[in-house]
């Protein structure tokens, strides 16, 4: 299914790692809703003042939310720097690292752990985009157990040559590190068979870094802009 997004572009090419169907054939019939509306929302936003193809930089501690209503089917799409949703921004190599990346994955599959809304809706499909492709760590495990067993001899004698490349590999990647910006985008598809006025961004406390997202939201009855914070999470609107 393709989805229409009006969304936040970014130069670190996203990977699509999970995609959640609830109903099928809803998502695809409200995924033929966006796309009908796609030019009349890109109008919108122009009058608005707001680009939304051409964001501003990749930013730490600023998130962006854009909020699309088409009918009764909702859109929204929460973008997020890595380094306030995991604390780093490369991928993850350590157990460590990579358990936080496997609760963030749940985390952002959870929609009620994220925005809370006056309106009961049922939630059509999750997308979750990061710029990394973690391995299965178990698998990663089993294959590391048996390169072990092949060259248990033969590590003695490589383990100063192996040392002096750890270290300047190390070097390297934590230059790599300091020059990465990655983020982590999330799009959500609602049915809504009654008028949304209120939402709340519930998810700051996952994210204690995050000082404020910038939303933007198109709706049948209106449009606006509006920074949230942990402090001020709601936004109030018209549907």
Same mark, same amino acid.
């Given at each position: 299914?393709?989805?229409? %997004?009006?969304?936040?572009?970014?130069?670190?090419? *996203?990977? $699509? %790692?999970?995609?959640?169907?609830?109903?099928?054939?809803?998502?695809?019939?409200?995924?033929? $809703?966006?796309?009908?509306?796609?030019?009349?929302? &890109?109008?919108?936003?122009?009058? *608005?003042?707001?680009?939304?193809?051409?964001?501003?930089?990749? $930013?730490? &501690?600023?998130? #962006?939310?854009?909020?699309?209503?088409?009918?009764?089917?909702?859109?929204?799409?929460?973008?997020? @720097?890595?380094?306030?949703?995991?604390?780093?921004?490369?991928?993850?190599?350590?157990?460590?690292?990579?358990?936080?990346? #496997?609760?963030?994955?749940?985390?952002?599959?959870?929609?009620?752990?994220?925005?809370?809304?006056?309106?009961?809706?049922?939630?059509?499909?999750?997308?979750?985009? =990061?710029?990394?492709?973690?391995?299965?760590?178990?698998?990663?495990?089993?294959?590391?157990?048996?390169?072990?067993?092949?060259?248990?001899?033969?590590?003695?004698?490589?383990?100063?040559?192996?040392?002096?490349?750890?270290?300047?590999?190390?070097?390297?990647?934590?230059?790599?590190?300091?020059? $990465?910006?990655?983020?982590?985008?999330?799009?959500?598809?609602?049915?809504?068979?009654? @008028?949304? #006025?209120?939402?709340?961004?519930?998810?700051?406390?996952?994210?204690?870094?995050?000082?404020?997202?910038?939303?933007?939201?198109?709706?049948?009855? &209106?449009?606006?802009?509006?920074?949230?914070? @942990?402090?001020?999470?709601?936004?109030? %609107?018209? =549907?």
């Amino acid at each position: 299914m393709v989805c229409y %997004i009006v969304t936040f572009t970014q130069e670190v090419k *996203m990977k $699509t %790692i999970s995609i959640t169907w609830k109903n099928s054939q809803k998502a695809l019939r409200a995924s033929s $809703t966006f796309l009908k509306v796609g030019t009349f929302v &890109g109008l919108n936003l122009a009058g *608005m003042g707001i680009n939304a193809v051409h964001a501003a930089p990749h $930013t730490h &501690g600023e998130g #962006k939310l854009q909020i699309l209503q088409a009918g009764s089917e909702w859109q929204f799409v929460l973008q997020l @720097p890595a380094a306030d949703v995991l604390g780093f921004e490369y991928a993850p190599s350590r157990a460590s690292e990579k358990k936080r990346y #496997k609760e963030t994955q749940k985390v952002f599959q959870r929609f009620d752990d994220i925005f809370t809304l006056s309106n009961t809706c049922e939630l059509l499909d999750t997308t979750l985009e =990061s710029p990394w492709e973690v391995a299965n760590e178990h698998d990663e495990h089993d294959e590391h157990d048996e390169h072990d067993e092949h060259d248990e001899h033969d590590e003695h004698d490589e383990h100063d040559e192996h040392d002096e490349h750890d270290e300047h590999e190390s070097e390297h990647e934590d230059h790599a590190h300091r020059n $990465t910006h990655s983020d982590f985008r999330v799009a959500y598809l609602l049915s809504c068979q009654g @008028p949304v #006025k209120r939402i709340e961004m519930t998810g700051f406390p996952h994210w204690p870094s995050l000082q404020h997202v910038n939303a933007i939201w198109v709706t049948n009855k &209106g449009q606006g802009a509006l920074e949230i914070t @942990p402090s001020q999470p709601t936004l109030l %609107i018209s =549907s």
